[in-house]
């Protein structure tokens, strides 16, 4: 059992969104209390998104080329919502892009705060991405292509995690935390101790997706959100999630979803479900894989 430890940076940070372009991680972060711009929609994004795009490369206008140690640690994976969730070395963040032809823009990004090693290389790729203009596709490469001259170059690590009627098979046999990742979990209601239920309106708008990497994506009605877990046997403690601040409808159910996830002990497995055990007994979080 590998146990995800948060750090005491990253628990003691509170994430946002704002608008301005990408940060790198570290760096200065506007004010709390700022929005993310809706994303808009993208036009022909065929072969961009649902694959994990791993940087290779920079080269530069100058002549000059950034080769990069670790390729895993540095990707952007771009959804057909018009977000794109992005790996900085030791930090995880998000935001939106916009596609028109071969055009491409990133919009406002939100990061988690964590302090990365000396080497790291997070800095060179936020640089990057906050001057790209468009870009190409060829196989399994990914240009971008930059406003002073040079480009990034990716590769595809494969396909987007998301459940699958094999990982979710896979996952109904496994008890522990290998049974958590690799699928994304839908919220179908709320059990409270107190004998009251919420079922979720749209299960598929509050979902959670545990990654390998200690990491945790969620979506939160018309938000996207990212934090950490840490799992030890069979307890279960959720990191502060970093969401985007986008208005969602009346009726929303993101306020309860969000407050509930904060009371998160332990969880079990239940058939193909998941049940997240809140604190005190007060109550058990449904949720369901994704078909």
Request: glycine letters at 12%.
């Amino acid at each position: 059992m590998r146990i995800w430890q948060s750090t005491a940076a990253l628990l003691a940070v509170l994430l946002l969104a704002a608008c301005q372009p990408i940060t790198a991680p570290g760096g200065t972060i506007p004010p709390a209390g700022g929005t993310v711009p809706p994303a808009q929609e993208p036009s022909d994004i065929t072969g961009l998104t649902g694959v994990t795009w791993e940087w290779q490369r920079t080269q530069t206008g100058d002549g000059d080329t950034i080769t990069v140690a670790q390729p895993s640690r540095y990707t952007l994976t771009f959804h057909e919502d018009g977000m794109v969730d992005v790996q900085f070395d030791c930090n995880s963040g998000g935001g939106s892009y916009t596609v028109a032809g071969d055009r491409l823009t990133f919009g406002a990004m939100i990061t988690t705060l964590m302090g990365c090693p000396e080497d790291s290389q997070a800095d060179a790729f936020s640089d990057g991405l906050n001057s790209v203009t468009r870009y190409t596709l060829e196989g399994d490469s990914l240009t971008l292509g930059l406003a002073g001259g040079g480009e990034m170059i990716f590769h595809a690590a494969g396909a987007a995690a998301a459940a699958t009627p094999a990982a979710t098979e896979e996952a109904a046999g496994e008890t522990g935390e290998g049974a958590l990742v690799g699928v994304t979990w839908q919220w179908t209601e709320t059990q409270y101790g107190d004998g009251s239920v919420v079922a979720a309106a749209d299960p598929t708008r509050y979902t959670l997706t545990f990654q390998p990497d200690g990491s945790l994506q969620a979506q939160v009605d018309c938000n996207r959100g990212m934090g950490s877990y840490t799992v030890d046997g069979s307890s279960l403690t959720l990191g502060p999630l970093a969401t985007t601040r986008m208005a969602c409808p009346e009726g929303s159910q993101a306020d309860v979803f969000l407050k509930d996830l904060e009371a998160v002990a332990t969880f079990v497995f239940d058939g193909p479900n998941l049940v997240l055990n809140m604190k005190l007994d007060s109550g058990n979080i449904v949720f369901a894989p994704a078909e």
